[in-house]
């Protein structure tokens, strides 16, 4: 991966040049003040805001990892240094993956302000739609470093070059979540629940996102009514079938209402950032040196407690489609290979477990390297999460109880489970862990635990005050002539 000595002030826009399932666009200068001459221009460029979103396997692995979901796992204690330490909570500013996701989602938001510092160059017919979804990646990334990071620097529709960082101040985190929901404000008042290509945001996506960042500051009258007008009006739907909800010939179905699309291609390009169009976090999941039928090898990361196991109830049909237990895997598949069974290598904190959603699976690989091709979409939000959303909503702000039973009960419904019919404080706990075993593996966990202030009871080592929020890189600071003041506790 090609990284910039500071990302936030000296990324060029390589607007162009990656391959991915939008379109394939050929080469040209997106450094160019003449660059937006054509409709052309402005959808090449849309791509190129949109491929940044592929880093965020990065944001998803460690949105597990820091909770009480799962460990680093890995070869060993010293295997990328950086993932172990946040498993810790001993996390520093000079943390290599903190650097690459604050570098990462700039990049996103420097690309959508491109396209924004350069909006009345033209008219076209499908300017709104261009606009709108550029508005919802922007709001994206944005919502990434302010979820991390707190307060961060706040640009608007213009690029941020090199010298420009010695006079930007870190936003106080109110104004950049105002930001935000104008953002999604206008992307869902100009996009349709239908989308024209497979993988854009449309005004479901932009609506749901909208809730949880209303949920992120408890502004829950605001959520219930955005929540509850994606369940009312757009065609989104339970799945039936969970066990299938992941696989990679379900991708984009009836759940989705946005998901980060990959390839099983490897980036041709020098100017792409990830240096490749897949999932690496599939990669980076898999059990290590597998011999057995379903899935291939990885790098043991990021593996299940067995506590996170143990949540699940036996009749819970989520279980053993979220986590695989790699034994009881073994067990049912112990004449596989004329007998030799199923075999794997023990990793770094060996759990016996592995995330099932996201681990690399049999054929999913055509081209280059199986480690970082891996074509898995990750599905960065699903109905059944709107649905915990607007449940918690509806409870925690006393606006529908019976409404937001009925929320819970669709997902429990699907899982096996029987109805709750409980209320107050008791729907709550229900909700949070629905919550925590629905969207098992998918990186939400983390920040469900410090948004609802139970961090500290949940995870080892978290120090309140403190790991609600990751240091600034130390890299941001210094070029900035240390006029930033570090996150507290760092």
Known sequence: MRKASIYLFVILLPLLGCSDDFVDVESADANSENFFNTE???????????????????????????????????????DVVGIQQIDDMIHTPINQQLVDIWGWMYAGVNRANYIMEFQDNLDFNSKNSVLAQTRFLRAYYYFELTKWFGDVPLVIDQRVSFGVQFELDRTPQSEVYAQIEADLIYASENLGYETADVGRAGKGAALALLGKVYLFQNKYQEAATVLDQVINESPFVLEEDFSQLFENDNENNNESVFEVQYTDLEGASFDCFQCSEGNIAVGFNGPRNFNGPLFESGFSFNVPTQEAYDAYTENDLRR???????????????????????????????????????????????????????PNNYRAIRYADVLLMAAEAHVKGSINTPLAQSYVNQVRTRAGLGPTSTTGNDLVEVIYLERRLELMGEGHHFFDLVRTGRAAQQIEGFVPGKHELFPIPEIEIQLTGNRWQQNPGY
């Open 320 to 374: 053993d489609y979220a986590i695989l237990n790699i034994e009881l895997f073994a067990e049912e598949n112990q004449d596989y290979n004329e007998g030799a069974g199923v075999s794997w290598t023990e990793g770094f904190e060996h759990t016996g477990f592995f995330n099932r959603k996201y681990i690399p699976r049999v054929g999913d690989m055509n081209i280059g390297d199986q480690n970082l091709t891996n």
């Open 40 to 78: 052309q221009d402005y959808q090449n460029a849309l791509i190129g805001a949109y491929d940044l979103l592929q880093t965020t396997y990065l944001n998803v692995m460690l949105g597990e990892i820091a909770s009480n979901n799962t460990l680093a796992g890995g070869e060993s204690a010293t």
